[in-house]
C-alpha cells in the first residue's frame, strides 16, 4: 500500500496546551498505521525529533519574520504532498497542487475581534454572524471567509459549525462533520476508574454538600460569571472552578461575598480533573459558544450528569431531562430554575443513570477512521 503524503499545517502542536495541538497528537499515529505519511510545520520552539513523523517548528518571532519562515519551511512540503490538512486560517501556505482541506472549530474573525478589543467581550457569536460592524472588523469576517471558501474541503465537529461555516458562503457539500473523540487513554481513566463519588470526594477532601463543577478557561464567553451570580441566589450549592484566564481576579472579586462556596483551582492536570468530575454531582458549561465540547464528553463518560448552555454544539452532546439539563443562554432566571432542579430528590441519581446515552457518537476509532475516509476523498 503507497503511504499518502499529508502535509499537516498547523499553528500550534504538541506539547502546547489547546485542542488542535492535542487532536494532531491523538490523531497523527492512528492515521499512520491507516496508511498516511504525516509531516508537521507549526509555530513554536523546542524538539521535533521525538515523534514518529517529521515535525518542523517555526519560532515566534516578529509577525514578517514568522510567516516568511513559515512559508519557507512549508513550500518544499507543498510540492511533496497528496494532500494539506490545514488547522488555522491565515498560514503562508504558497505554492503546491494538491487539495486542501481545513479543520475548523470556531470562527477566528469573532475571536480575534473579541481579543483587540473591536467587539465588546460579550458579543455573542451568532450575532456576530449577521450583524454589521466597522471596516476593520468587517475586513476580517471578509478574509475568514474567502481563505474558507477557497478550501477544496472542510472539517468540522458539530453540525451547528457546518451550518456556521456555510453561512461564510462555503458550499454545503464541502463541510463535513466528524465528531470529536476522547482517545483510548482518557476513555479508560474516565470509564475504568474504580472512584465512586464518595471516594473522590474523600481523596479530595470535599465535604458532602450539592458541588457543581466548571472547568474552562476563564474568558467572558465560558459564562462562570453567570453560574456564581446564580449562585448567590441559591442557598446551599458549592461551586468548584478548574481553569485560568484573563478573568481570574474578577471572577474571585464577584465570588467573594460566597466565602468558601466557591472554589478556584487554577490549573490542573487532566487526571486530577477526572477526580473532580467524579466527586462532582454536575459538570457545568453556561458557555456562550461551543464547536463541540471535550469536556462535556468526558464528564458524561466519568458518569457525571450535565447542566449546559443551549448554545452551540452543547445540543449535539446532552440530551435535555435525559442526560443532562439544557438552558438558555444568556437567561439568569433560567440557569437558577435549572441548578434548582438539579438537586431536587433522586434528579441527580435519574441523570447519571443516563450519561452514557448517545455517547457512542463520540468513538475515537469511528472519529480517526471517518477523518481518514474524508481526508482520502479529496486525493
Known amino acids: 500500500m503507497n503511504a499518502h503524503r499529508l502535509f499537516v499545517a498547523a499553528g500550534i502542536f504538541h506539547p502546547e496546551s489547546g485542542g488542535p495541538a492535542t487532536y494532531l497528537y491523538e490523531l497523527l499515529p492512528e492515521l499512520q498505521a491507516r496508511g498516511w505519511q504525516p ?27 514568522r510567516l516568511a519562515h ?10 511533496w504532498s497528496d494532500l494539506v490538512y490545514v488547522h488555522t486560517l491565515d498560514l503562508p501556505l504558497i505554492g503546491g497542487k494538491a487539495k486542501r482541506v481545513v479543520k475548523m472549530v470556531g470562527d477566528q474573525a469573532w475571536e480575534r ?39 477544496d474541503g472542510v472539517i468540522v465537529p458539530s453540525q451547528y459549525l457546518k451550518r456556521m ?19 483510548p487513554h482518557l476513555l479508560a481513566s474516565q470509564v475504568g476508574s474504580s472512584l465512586t463519588q464518595a471516594t473522590a470526594r474523600q481523596q479530595l477532601n470535599l465535604p458532602d454538600e450539592p458541588t457543581i463543577l466548571t472547568a474552562a478557561r476563564l474568558t467572558q464567553w465560558k459564562g462562570v460569571d453567570h453560574l456564581i451570580a446564580a449562585l448567590k441566589r441559591i442557598p446551599d450549592v458549592r461551586l468548584i472552578v478548574a481553569g485560568e484566564g484573563e478573568l481570574m481576579d474578577l471572577l474571585k472579586a464577584q465570588a467573594e461575598s460566597l466565602g468558601e462556596r466557591v472554589q478556584f483551582l487554577g490549573k ?24 463541540l465540547s471535550h469536556t462535556l464528553l468526558e464528564s458524561l463518560l466519568a458518569g457525571t450528569p450535565v447542566i449546559a448552555s443551549d448554545k452551540g454544539g452543547n445540543p449535539e452532546v446532552v440530551q435535555h431531562n435525559v442526560n443532562g439539563l439544557l438552558v438558555p443562554y444568556v437567561d439568569a432566571e433560567a440557569l437558577r430554575a435549572a441548578i434548582e432542579a438539579a438537586f431536587r430528590s433522586g434528579e441527580r441519581a435519574r441523570l447519571a443513570a443516563n450519561s452514557g446515552v448517545g455517547m457512542e457518537r463520540f468513538q475515537f476509532a469511528t472519529m480517526v477512521q471517518h477523518t481518514s475516509d474524508v481526508l482520502e476523498g479529496y486525493l
Open 113 to 151: 475581534s473579541i481579543r483587540k478589543g473591536w467587539i465588546p467581550p460579550t458579543e455573542d457569536i451568532d450575532t456576530f454572524q449577521t450583524k454589521d460592524y466597522s471596516s476593520v472588523v468587517s475586513a476580517q469576517k471578509a478574509a475568514r471567509a474567502r481563505q474558507m471558501q477557497a478550501m
Open 39 to 65: 509531516r508537521v510545520v507549526t509555530y513554536g520552539s523546542g524538539d521535533g525529533s521525538t515523534y514518529p513523523y517529521p515535525v518542523t517548528r517555526v519560532p515566534r518571532r516578529p509577525l514578517p519574520i
Open 268 to 291: 490542573i492536570s487532566r487526571d486530577k480533573l477526572a477526580v473532580y468530575m467524579k466527586a462532582a454531582d454536575y459538570l457545568a458549561l453556561y458557555s456562550g459558544y461551543e464547536g
Open 165 to 183: 461555516v456555510a453561512g461564510w458562503g462555503v458550499d454545503e457539500a464541502k463541510i463535513n462533520v466528524v465528531y470529536n473523540a476522547l482517545p
Open 70 to 79: 513559515y512559508a519557507l519551511a512549508s513550500y518544499p512540503l507543498l510540492r
